[in-house]
């Protein structure tokens, strides 16, 4: 059983991951960040090699894909929310687009994923 | 220039899509299937495989994949609605799947794309 | 360290892969399969399956492709031999491509693996 | 018929393709040139961009892969000697993989196939 990220990780972890464009989406515990690359063959390259590491830990994102964009929404089923297999994919996913435009204008800050009981209640 | 599917070609040619599992998706000229598999690699060997059919078309589905799951919606940015290449696209997808299956809980019967007037009055 | 596959696991082992076509190679502890498919693209859909396992496993193949013939040599290069990490990968692969025809033309019984010290000596 | 590249076409176009690291495949008219990349997943993406323009152009490599090594080796089976494909697939996949050590240590110098009937003859 994977276990949900504790609020000392999220407000230490979440804010990097916001800098590179991942946002919080709103009324679910997870993360979504949006990619677009110069073609499909860019794209498809970068999904290539996210499918690898996913694969590798067994954790797999939703991901939907147009052309050259990549919408990727990352949470955990096991836990129903955030847990340190997402921040993983997340920062593994980063290395493999250094190069690519991120679109911002989805979601709302991390923080609102900071604090567990808050959320929940 | 790609040319919007005439109506002709509408009435003879999506019904067998149809029987295949493809629907209308509500509100657009597009057609749409879910496959299930039995594994993330099953989907990934799939999508692999119509990434390079698409590529050579050169039109590219939407799609998206969460685990096992992949749901494709095929439509032509160029003339707004569906046109022969969606056709080629779909029809390759089907030859890279025999074995999925197929979720058919979604979408409207092909025949309300089989009229272009009707549609767009 | 990956443990050199023991003697009475060989002898077990490895002849249901050489049923499926696996051999030996001539002057190495390791064992191949030449996979010819259909297409390009059937080639390239078992490949892009047996990358997600070898990244999982973190064992990779030694592997060449012409067209839609795959080629794959199996060995561990930590302990210079064949190791169990060979054989998942070769059951797994097996998995990926059950209609694709094999070639036989090449190598030698998997029984020359048989025995290590022989092998060595 | 695909046409085998003439002289005054390989005098202008082989030079620039030499300086990336493509170099005369010995007793072939063939080119080939090793990418070294970072890691498995690196050359993987490499791959899968290749094999999408590979299926487009309908010209496939000869390739082989040992974790992050990719060697690649490009004829033209129709004319049994390099075309335009060649040149076409060998600047696309230039293009994919701009980080990568390329390794030198292979071949002859493209000089060798400028000329068709000294090699030939």
């Known amino acids: 059983m994977t276990q949900l990220l504790p609020e000392a990780d999220r407000k230490t972890l979440l804010p990097p991951l916001a800098e ?5 989406v709103p009324g679910r515990d997870a993360i979504r960040k949006i990619w677009k690359f110069r073609s499909f063959s860019e794209a498809w390259g970068f999904m ?8 590798k830990l067994n954790h797999h994102p939703e991901w939907s894909n147009v052309y050259n964009v990549v919408d ?12 340190r297999l997402d921040l993983d994919l997340a920062k593994a996913m980063d290395r493999f ?13 991390v923080s609102c994923l900071c604090e567990i009981h808050a959320r929940k209640a």
Chains 1, 2, 3, 4 share one sequence.
């Open 97 to 109: 687009a250094p190069g690519a435009e991120i679109q911002r204008d989805h979601g709302e800050p």
């Open 20 to 24: 590179t464009g991942w946002a919080a």
């Open 48 to 55: 290539s090699r996210a499918a690898l590491v996913a694969e």
């Open 72 to 83: 990727v929404t990352l949470t955990t089923h096991d836990c129903q929310g955030l847990s």
